[in-house]
């Protein structure tokens, strides 16, 4: 199979501003990939850099994060949703800051978005082919966060939050064909997930969902074993990891825009500061095609 380079992304709700600077720097710097993958806030994060709209992640972002709207408890109360999925997913990408599906539809980067199947506990992926005009749905159902938002159901599925299956989907990079690959985390160097006591509420809400209740009971251990895969990917070059220099306290859910900006800044940051290696690793890449 033709070897390609891949971009990959992990999820992490707000930490994905993070990500938004990083996507931003590249932008700047014309740097893109025939092949993106991500899940969560970095399948949303995604979305903007192919359709080339530098700084709209950190717009919707952090200018709408104070918005009840956009992400409250009131929300939660209503609707059993954090997230304002409509107004997220519909209200603002098609009518406050509209997203450019004629720019995202002339690439020619092939998208993938990650989700969780919540019958089977599996990842279901999306690409262009499968999800065709309809864009928004999917990367909705891949940040269905559980507890946080309803099911998605899409093309017979019923769907969460991607990142509980696959938290950076790197081995799908590589199935389909990327032999070496760009990865953004959001978690700083040495971060490793500790076994959370959500499952045992997860028996009780996802009582007719065996695969959310079994993925989150073991969500640590893939989300560890997924790191410990990519250190080893990066001992043999065949991953150039960008990920927060600095631990900053920054929530799944965080609404302070002081501290969303600073990681945004961040992101940017670091991949100026990454610049010279990645141009250099890229040009490996292109000739080891």
Known sequence: MHTKTG?????GGMRGLYTAGVLDFF????????????????????????????????????????DPKYISFRNLIRKGE?????????????????????EFKKSETEFVVGTTDCHTGEPVYFGRKDYKEDLLTPIRA???LPFAAPVVTFQDYHLLDGGISDPVPIK????????????ILTQHEGYMKKPSRLHFMAKRKYAHYPGVVKVLENRWKLYNQTI?????????????????????????VERNQRKLTKLYDLGWQDAADAY???AEWLKESKLTK
């Open 142 to 144: 891949s940040s269905s």
């Open 27 to 66: 932008l700047e710097n014309k740097i893109e990939f025939p092949y993106v993958i991500g899940v969560s806030a970095g399948a949303c994060n995604a979305a903007s850099y192919i359709s080339k709209q530098w700084g709209r992640n950190k717009r919707v972002n952090i200018g709408f994060v104070r």
């Open 172 to 183: 799908k990079a590589v199935q389909d064909g990327c032999s070496r690959n760009v990865i």
């Open 276 to 278: 010279d290696s990645l």
């Open 82 to 102: 954090l997230f304002g999925m409509d107004y997220v997913f519909d209200v603002i990408p098609n009518q406050i800051v509209p997203f450019d599906y004629e």
């Open 228 to 252: 410990e895969y990519i250190h080893q990917l990066e001992k043999e070059n065949e991953a150039f990891v960008i990920r927060p220099t600095q631990s900053l306290e920054v929530s799944r």
């Open 7 to 11: 971009l990959v992304l992990e999820g």
